[in-house]
């Protein structure tokens, strides 16, 4: 019964962040037209309406289209594989891998959905200090990373129990 609440919840958060990444995503294309941007916390976050034909700060922008595309969605999905099986073995472990590996996927699939309908990654969040920008991004990359430094800290941290004994 564990292990099925473990997958009910992998799937929830999976579709959780799909829905709110490309909802967001699609209120953003709808009310904002390419690069405007506006302040929502002076010297510190603005919605910003950007476009990434690349990965993680536009790497490969510059790259022939069709071949980015092959590259990205084929990642992705090796990426979702490998997923699969890292929930099959650490989601039996813990409820934290489980919603950890759940982050990374819904924030994959939700990239992905953007590049196979419309070629390139919606992003719209901008951080800043001063001049100073982080490049922009989206709910997803932000599920992706929350993802990997949940899996990271459960994993160095605080998983101390020998693989069976999990929480």
Not at 86 to 93: L, M
Not at 138 to 164: C, E, H, W, Y
Request: net charge positive; with cysteine.
């Amino acid at each position: 019964m564990k292990h099925r609440t473990r997958m009910l919840s992998f799937f929830s958060v999976i579709a959780a962040v799909i829905c709110i990444d490309q909802a967001a995503k699609i209120w953003i294309m709808d009310h904002f037209a390419l690069f405007e941007s506006k302040m929502i916390l002076p010297d510190l976050f603005n919605l910003t309406y950007l476009t990434n034909n690349g990965a993680a700060f536009s790497i490969l922008a510059g790259q022939p289209a069709l071949w980015r595309q092959i590259f990205f969605v084929g990642a992705a999905c090796a990426a979702l594989v490998f997923i699969w099986i890292a929930q099959r073995s650490f989601g039996r472990r813990s409820g934290v891998y489980s919603v950890a590996l759940a982050l990374i996927a819904g924030g994959a699939i939700g990239n992905l959905i953007d590049r196979i309908r419309l070629g390139f990654v919606v992003d719209f969040l901008d951080f800043y200090i001063g001049r100073h920008h982080w490049p922009a991004f989206n709910i997803a990359d932000s599920a992706i990373t929350i993802g990997v430094t949940l899996f990271i800290l459960k994993n160095l941290l605080f998983d101390r129990q020998q693989p069976g004994q999990g929480s």
